[in-house]
């Protein structure tokens, strides 16, 4: 559970992602963009402060944090009471390695297990930052089962999406409004820039 204020001081609750690594060493931790303007605190703002955004994916919605030197994150899921925790294998690109009708799931501290059928994953050309350039955004969605709640809420922003295998495909964004349907950005960003799967112990 991670506590951020946006832009305009509004505090949000999202759900913190998995720890991500450069081939230089660094390791951050993916989040929601839209939950923070810079700092991060755990568990809500009133809690204690745990990092910083660094870098943000504005279209994908997806930021890295840099956590205090002496914070840990593991490499492991959220589990529901009596279940054991499992590592993240990898980080895939659904739209190469995932099939539709997959199943896919995600698991956080609001929602407990969440899990439904992959519909698809779409790619989008939207302008980027630097003058005549693409950015290529890849989002997923999923036919959500609609397991122990009737909706998914707002603050599972941010919980990591994965298969069978604990492959990670990217973070939970949205359920629309008709409320079985999920949208989730692909990690295909991170793929691109070399980022690999790892924990802080």
């Known amino acids: 559970m991670l506590g951020g204020r ?5 505090e ?37 402060r745990i990092g910083r955004i660094v870098k943000r994916w504005l279209a994908s919605d997806i930021a890295l944090i840099q956590l205090e030197p002496d914070v840990k ?17 990898r980080i895939i690109n659904p739209k190469i390695e995932m099939r539709h009708w997959d199943l896919v799931h995600m698991n956080t501290p609001f929602n407990g297990t969440c899990s439904g059928h992959l519909m698809g994953v779409l790619c989008e050309a ?13 989002h997923g969605k999923f036919i959500w089962f609609g397991q122990k709640a009737d ?6 922003c941010g919980a990591v999406v994965f298969n069978d295998d ?13 409320g ?14 070399g980022y690999t799967l790892s924990e802080i112990s």
């Open 126 to 138: 939207l302008p980027a930052d630097e003058p005549n350039s693409i950015h290529q955004f890849s």
């Open 73 to 89: 994150y593991a490499r492991t899921t959220f589990v529901d009471e009596g279940d054991e925790p499992h590592p993240f294998t």
């Open 166 to 178: 604990h492959e990670v495909l990217g973070q939970f964004r949205f359920l629309n409004t008709e």
């Open 12 to 48: 949000l609750l999202t759900t913190s992602g998995v720890c991500v690594r450069l081939p230089d060493g660094h390791q951050y931790i993916t989040a929601a963009v839209h939950g923070f303007s810079e700092d991060v605190w755990h568990p809500t703002s009133r809690g204690r």
């Open 180 to 193: 079985d349907t999920a949208y989730f950005p692909t990690f295909d960003p991170l793929i691109q820039d």
């Open 6 to 10: 946006n832009g305009n001081g509004q």
């Open 151 to 156: 909706r998914i809420l707002d603050a599972c």
